[in-house]
T-cell receptor, first 112, second 115 residues
Framework: EPEVTQTPSHQVTQMGQEVILRCVPI?????FYWYRQILGQKVEFLVS????????KSEIFDDQFSVERPDGSNFTLKIRSTKLEDSAMYFC??????????FGPGTRLLVL | AQSVTQLGSHVSVSEGALVLLRCNYS??????LFWYVQYPNQGLQLLLK??????LVKGINGFEAEFKKSETSFHLTKPSAHMSDAAEYFC?????????????FGTGTRLQVFP
């Protein structure tokens, strides 16, 4: 069964460093999303992406964040200068024709 | 304002007992409704969804949910809990009226199952 994959599964970084989280959506999907879940809190929408541009972004998705689809398979989330409060689990999701967002297993980011 | 509310951050049941996890939403347009399950240290797995077809929706692992427009609810049930059902359950809603809209999640309900 096709699935969304994410790398790395865990990332530890120093405050102020740049991180890139990678996702490979399901191959025939066209809409892509990033969500995050701070430990013990609910899952929050960050950004949606379609046709090589951002469709919608939340208040969380400020200038420190960017997304890119550098090739036909990867979908990346970049945080330019990480802050302590960026520590969270980041989920990628994609949607096809089934009206359902399929989520990846997540990347746990820890900013020290 | 559009919102999703899950009543009860923790629910405990005995194995074999009925599971009832509550979800209410606030919206002026018919939403798309979803339940996802998250096992420890894992991602989000879709349990079931409502997208304007039958109001009683059956999902995986014996779970089902009923969309009640008059009550703006989408409660998740399972007749008989199993130890393997212990996990965190999230109700999620797409308010935009289209299937590619972002999901708004509830705060989650952690289900514990005792032998």
């Amino acid at each position: 069964e096709p699935e969304v994959t994410q790398t790395p599964s865990h990332q530890v970084t120093q405050m102020g460093q740049e991180v890139i989280l990678r996702c490979v959506p399901i191959s025939n999907h066209l809409y892509f999303y990033w969500y995050r879940q701070i430990l013990g809190q609910k899952v929050e929408f960050l950004v949606s992406f379609y046709n090589n541009e951002i469709s919608e972004k939340s208040e969380i998705f400020d200038d420190q964040f960017s997304v890119e689809r550098p090739d036909g398979s990867n979908f990346t989330l970049k945080i330019r200068s990480t802050k302590l409060e960026d520590s969270a689990m980041y989920f990628c999701a994609s949607i096809g024709t089934e009206e359902t967002q399929y989520f990846g297993p997540g990347t746990r980011l820890l900013v020290l | 304002a559009q919102s999703v509310t899950q009543l009860g951050s923790h629910v405990s049941v005995s194995e074999g007992a009925l599971v009832l996890l509550r979800c209410n939403y606030s919206s002026s347009v018919p939403p798309y409704l979803f339940w996802y399950v998250q096992y420890p240290n894992q991602g989000l797995q879709l349990l079931l969804k409502y997208t304007s077809a039958a109001t009683l929706v059956k999902g995986i692992n014996g779970f089902e949910a009923e969309f009640k427009k008059s009550e703006t609810s989408f409660h998740l049930t399972k007749p008989s809990a199993h130890m393997s059902d212990a996990a965190e359950y999230f109700c999620a809603v797409s308010f935009g009226g289209y299937n590619t809209d972002k999901l708004i999640f509830g705060t989650g309900t952690r289900l514990q199952v005792f032998p």
